[in-house]
């Protein structure tokens, strides 16, 4: 109950994962005087079971390899995970105990796990373990189950401000880019203050905006062109974005252009249509700005790790994609408007002219 008590103090008032977990499972552990205490976290993709938490110098060798489990594996973690039921191997020396061993914890003779739930689903499990066979008893599963109620709710807590907090974010950013925008003085100003700020927000490595290029070729046929109109870029990376020949079919920036659909490429190796525009480029999000009917531009993010623009990019670039074809078509007509207006003064002054040398 002591115990109980002291992590739901905690819980109302840390919300950081990686703050609030280590202090709980080193709460446990000397509380209950198990030999080992971790918390597992689900990926993204609901496969894997990560190692968030773990006590002692074997926790630390685990935390700092990446552990993890597999849902559904022939493991303790892998059980809880995949069927949100209390799993516990009472002897791991027993052939018939699921148990799987661990080179870092080789003494353990008995493992418990607890599934963590949010809103129905399990999220990851709290990880006991002892030294000894039989080392749980009811009273053990009951404090657990508490506990691991618990630390669900610091989870959903956490996640609730994580997502409050990003999304608050992107609101200032998304502000920012449209108070940037008014505020420049021409549409290349504009879009070079936003490719500087997406790199920032984003952490791209290189960031690239192209617009549309209507042009004639020799034979006096219309041609369209997306050539680069800002570019931005970390001090140590050197980007070169030669024009895009929107007729050349086997341009992989011209398809996503011409089809609207925001698409992310993970690892640029699997893409031989796609030239990088940074050369230690190892990652792409290429963002269409407007439609195939009206196509506005294209914006492409790059990044030197593979697979690191996380979902929540690919939603803030769909947002921002909107803003920006709307901040690149209204200072198109406000050039157009600006050059009728000069087109109408000169017309204006031959007239004067014509009348005073009548």
């Known amino acids: ?16 994962l990686d703050y609030l977990l280590p202090s709980v499972v080193e709460l446990i552990k000397e509380q209950f005087e198990y030999d080992q205490v971790q918390v597992f976290l689900m990926d993204d993709d609901n496969r894997w079971a990560m190692l968030h938490a773990s006590t002692g110098e074997p926790g630390e060798q685990l935390l700092e390899i990446e552990h993890k489990l597999e849902r559904g594996s022939k493991s303790v973690i892998g059980q809880v995970t995949e069927l949100g039921e209390v799993s516990i191997a009472l002897d791991t020396a027993d052939a018939n105990v699921i148990h799987k061993p661990n080179p870092y914890l080789p003494l353990t003779r008995s493992e418990m796990a607890m599934p963590l739930f949010v809103q129905g689903e399990v999220v990851g499990a709290l990880d006991v373990q002892s030294n ?12 657990l189950t508490t506990l691991a109620a618990q630390i669900s709710v610091a989870i959903d807590n ?9 999304r608050a974010q992107e ?5 920012n880019v449209a108070t940037d925008a008014a505020a420049a003085n021409t549409l290349d100003a504009s879009l070079q203050t936003i490719a500087d700020r997406v790199r920032e927000t984003v952490r791209a490595h290189s960031v690239a905006i192209f617009l549309p290029q209507i042009y004639r070729d020799y034979r006096g046929n219309t041609k369209t062109q997306l050539e680069v109109t800002a570019m931005s870029a970390d001090a140590d990376v050197t980007i070169a974005a030669p024009p895009i020949d929107l007729d050349t079919s086997d341009n992989l920036l011209g398809q996503v252009a011409l089809a609207g659909v925001l698409r992310t490429l993970p690892d640029l190796a699997d893409e031989p249509n796609y030239t990088p525009l940074a050369s ?4 792409a999000m290429l963002v269409p700005i407007g439609t195939n009917e009206n196509l506005a531009g294209l914006m492409v993010l790059e990044n030197i790790r593979p697979d690191s623009f996380e979902t929540s990019v690919r939603t803030l670039m769909l947002t921002l994609s909107s803003s920006l074809r709307a901040i690149v078509q209204n200072s198109l007509l406000l050039e157009q408007l600006e050059e009728t207006v000069e087109q109408l003064r000169e017309v204006d002054r031959i007239k004067s002219e014509f009348l005073a040398s009548m």
Do not use: C, K, W
Request: aromatic share 8%; net charge negative; hydrophobic share 40%.
């Open 280 to 283: 230690e480029a190892r990652t």
């Open 158 to 166: 956490a996640r609730l401000y994580e997502e409050t907090d990003r």
């Open 1 to 16: 109950m002591e115990t109980s008590a002291v992590i739901s103090q905690s819980i109302g008032t840390i919300l950081d």
């Open 171 to 175: 609101l200032e950013f998304l502000f």
């Open 132 to 143: 000894h066979p039989n080392a749980f008893s009811g009273e053990d599963i009951q404090a």
